[in-house]
C-alpha cells in the first residue's frame, strides 16, 4: 500500500499556474485550503510565478548584498594600498617630517587644514599615561630614588608629616563628636 505523499504550497501553486497563467492569489489559495495546503504564503506564490518565467525576475548576486560585498572589497584593497603608502595620511607625514607648513601641505594633497592637524596630532608620540592615580588612605608615597641618608631622612619626614595630618582629622573629629555628645 502506497501513501500519497502530501503536496508543497510550492508544488500545488505551480500546477495551478501551469493549469491558469492569469490566476490571482486569492484563487490559488482557496484551492490549497480546500486541499488541506496549509502554508501557501503569497511569497511562495511570487516564487511559483518566478520559476515559470511569468514575471521577470532580476539577475541574482546583483542586488544590495552583492553591491555590499563589492564596496567592503575595494575599501579593502584601498587600505591595502595606504599600508604602501600611497595614503594621504602618509604623504602629509612625509611633508611634516621634511618640515613644511600645514596650510602648503594641504595644498599639495588636496586635503584640508584641519586634517593635516588632525594627522599631526596622532602621529607624534604619546604624552603617557596622564594624571597619577589618586593614593588612597593609609598608602604613603613614593620616594624619589636619592642615594644614601638624605633620601632617607626626605621619606621619613614625609611619612611624619602624613601622620600628624591624619592625628589632627581624628582630634578634630573626636572635638566633634564630643561637642555633640555634651
Known amino acids: 500500500m502506497t501513501v500519497k505523499k502530501k503536496m508543497s504550497g510550492l508544488e500545488f501553486a505551480m500546477a495551478e499556474l501551469k493549469k491558469n497563467k492569469k490566476a490571482a492569489y486569492a484563487d490559488i489559495k482557496g484551492k490549497a485550503d480546500k486541499k488541506g495546503i496549509k502554508k501557501l504564503p503569497p511569497v511562495v506564490f511570487g516564487r511559483a510565478k518566478a520559476l515559470l518565467g511569468l514575471v521577470p525576475v532580476a539577475a541574482r548576486g ?9 564596496r567592503v572589497a575595494s575599501k579593502a584593497r584601498a587600505k ?3 599600508k604602501a603608502g600611497a595614503s594621504k595620511s602618509d604623504q602629509i607625514r612625509k611633508m611634516l617630517r621634511a618640515g613644511l607648513k600645514a596650510s602648503e601641505i ?3 594633497v588636496g586635503s584640508s587644514p584641519a586634517y593635516v592637524y588632525v594627522v599631526k596630532s596622532k602621529s607624534q608620540a604619546k604624552r603617557g599615561p596622564g594624571r597619577p592615580k589618586k593614593r588612597g588612605p593609609g598608602r604613603p608615597r613614593k620616594i624619589a630614588s636619592a642615594s644614601g641618608l638624605d633620601a632617607l631622612l626626605s621619606g621619613i619626614k614625609v611619612i611624619e608629616r602624613e601622620r600628624d595630618a591624619y592625628r589632627r582629622t581624628l582630634e578634630n573629629l573626636r572635638d566633634g563628636i564630643n561637642k555633640i555628645l555634651s
Open 62 to 70: 546583483k542586488g544590495k548584498a552583492a553591491r555590499a560585498k563589492k
Open 80 to 82: 591595502g594600498a595606504a
Open 106 to 108: 594641504a595644498k599639495k
